[in-house]
């Protein structure tokens, strides 16, 4: 069986591969993450996973490095869709803008941080699949929590609502493991929402810099515009993201603020149709 352990020791993640351990490092400190740095390039989150960077802004161009889910890497541009990035080796090229995201949207972040917290407060192990990864948990109870098996499936029902609600809303298949083994003990479902993952749609200009999913029927993203675009453009692409997500997206809004912060747009998409307001945003 192979699993990987999510434990925050400082910013290394372990991967537990049948009793051998390799350690797979995140590029940016959390202090340098929390902010931008410069005015120039932002920090974003690998949101997908293996996903390639490429040397130039197409999809034909040679793929020069790989990144995985949860890597961060400095934008510094956008051209037609695709982000100029460096890589924490180093790498400089270019991919696809609906590929990265901001840090609240990383769900390796958010796992690692959860698996960490759950440790802590309630001395319970979680486990990743290594390919079902966030969509299939493996859980290592303390002792206390084994006294039947109708105890543990509750105790562990409980650890994994709380992941649904901070982690990922989707279905997800638990495997409780025998104490102090890597045997499985039981195993359940436990069924989430139906728009379980949050799509990033393609970016044309600007920057991603947020995005709000606290409502699983609604999405508003929040995006940073280093450059100077007419009304008819930031029109034209708030039309073209909002038609990205599926019809069960009751709500999709977006934001277009300048370099300065200042308001240039706020476009809504929602079963009354679309509704826009140019340099003025809801405070």
Not at 114 to 134: N, S
Not at 154 to 181: C, F, M, N
Not at 216 to 245: G, I
Request: proline letters at 4%.
């Amino acid at each position: 069986m192979k699993i990987f352990l999510c434990n925050l020791i400082g910013l290394t993640f372990f991967i537990m591969l049948n009793g051998c351990t390799a350690k797979k490092s995140l590029d940016v400190p959390v202090s340098e993450t929390d902010v931008i740095v410069e005015p120039e390039y932002s920090y974003l989150w690998v949101v997908k996973q293996n996903i390639n960077i490429r040397q130039e802004n197409t999809a034909g161009s040679g793929k020069i490095g790989e990144l995985s889910e949860g890597d961060s890497v400095i934008v510094h541009g956008n051209s037609n869709g695709w982000y100029s990035v460096v890589a924490g080796d180093g790498t400089t090229g270019w991919v696809r803008s609906d590929l990265l995201g901001p840090r609240n949207v990383s769900i390796f972040r958010k796992a690692v941080e959860f698996a960490d917290l759950i440790k802590e407060e309630q001395d319970v192990e979680l486990y990743f699949d290594t390919k079902l990864r966030h969509r299939r948990v493996y859980l290592s109870l303390p002792d206390a929590m084994y006294s039947s098996r109708n105890e543990a499936e509750r105790q562990a029902r409980q650890i994994i609502t709380e992941y649904q609600k901070k982690v990922y809303r989707g279905d997800v298949t638990v495997r409780i493991l025998q104490p102090d083994s890597d045997q499985e003990y039981l195993t359940f479902e436990q069924k989430g929402e139906r728009n379980p993952e949050i799509l990033i749609p393609v970016i044309p200009f600007g920057f991603l810099t947020a995005v709000d999913d606290t409502n699983p029927l609604a999405v508003t993203l929040s995006v940073s515009l280093r450059d100077e675009f007419d009304n008819q453009h930031l029109l034209e692409a708030a039309r073209s993201m909002a038609s990205e997500y599926p019809i069960s997206f009751q709500k999709v809004a977006i934001k277009f603020v300048s370099a300065d912060n200042a308001c240039r747009m706020w476009f809504v998409e929602d079963v009354n149709g679309e509704m826009y307001e140019f340099d003025k945003c809801p405070e």
